[in-house]
C-alpha cells in the first residue's frame, strides 16, 4: 500500500530533476546521458502502472534507440556549438516564467477537478490485456487501420531519413 | 493506493520542462530533447487514464503505441535534417538556420 507511494515519489523525483538537468547542462552529451536516466525512471512509472508491455517497449525504443541516436547525432556535431557558448537564448528568463505559471495552472486544474483523486479500479489487472491489445491491433472492427498507418509512417520516416542525410555528390546528382 | 492526481501532476511538471526546453535552448537536437520529454509525458497520461479507468478498453494504450511510433519517426527525420544542416552550415543552432524567415 504505502510501498508503492515511496517507490512513485522517489521515482517522480528522479524523473524530475532529470528532465531539468536534460534541459539546463551546457554539455548536450551529458543532457542525453540524462535523458536517458528520465526515460528509465518513466518504465518504472509503467511497471507500477502494471503495464509492463510498455516498461519493455520504452527501454527498447526510447533508450535503446532514441537516445542511442541522439547520442550519435551529438557526436557528429560536436565542432558546432561550443560547450562553454551560451546554451540558452535571450528569452530564457520569460520562458522559464511562462513554464512556471504553466505547471501552476496545470496543477491547479488538476487538484479542484473531482477525478484527480480516483483510484484504480481494481487492483490488480486482468493478465490477459497484452492479449486484448494483441487482438485490437489486428482487428479490423478494432484498430488495424491506424496500426497500418503507423507502419506506413515509419516506412516513410525511414525512407526520408535516409534521403535527407545520405551525402550529395556535387556534380553527380540533382544541382 | 496512489491517486490519479499524482501521475497527472509529474506529467504537467514534464511537460512544462519540455516547453522550456523547446523554446530556451539554441542547440537544435536540445530543443528535439524537449519534444521528447512531452511526447513521454502525453505517454504517462495516456497509461494513467487507462490504469485508472477500465482497464479493458485498449484504447489508451493503442494511442500510446502511436505516440511512440510518431517519437521515433520525429526523431529519425529531426536529426537527419540537423545532420545535413550542419553538413552543409557547419552550425546547428537553431537561431542560425533562418533560411526561410521572410
Redesign the interface.
Known sequence: MILDQVIFLITALVIIIAAILVVSVPKMIHAALWLILALAGIAVLFVLLQASFFAVVQVIVYIGAIAVLVIFAVMLTRKAMQDDGPQLNRYSVLAAAVCLMLFVVLTGMLLSWDGASSLPVNPAVHPDTIINLGESLTNPQGYLLPFEVASILLLAALVGAIFIGREHRAGKEEE | ??????????S??????????V?????A??M???V??IL?AV??NL??F???????H?TG??F???V??????????G??????V??NK????A?DVADLKG
Open positions: 493506493m496512489i491517486p490519479l492526481s499524482w501521475y497527472l501532476i509529474l504537467a511538471a514534464l511537460v512544462c520542462v519540455g516547453v522550456f526546453g523554446i530556451s535552448r539554441r542547440n537536437i536540445a528535439l530533447l524537449g521528447e520529454l513521454n505517454n504517462i497509461l494513467a487507462w490504469r485508472y479507468k477500465d482497464v479493458s485498449v494504450q493503442v500510446t503505441i502511436m511512440i511510433t510518431a517519437a521515433a519517426a520525429e526523431v529519425a527525420v536529426l537527419a535534417i540537423f545532420i545535413a550542419y553538413r557547419r552550425t546547428i543552432a537561431e
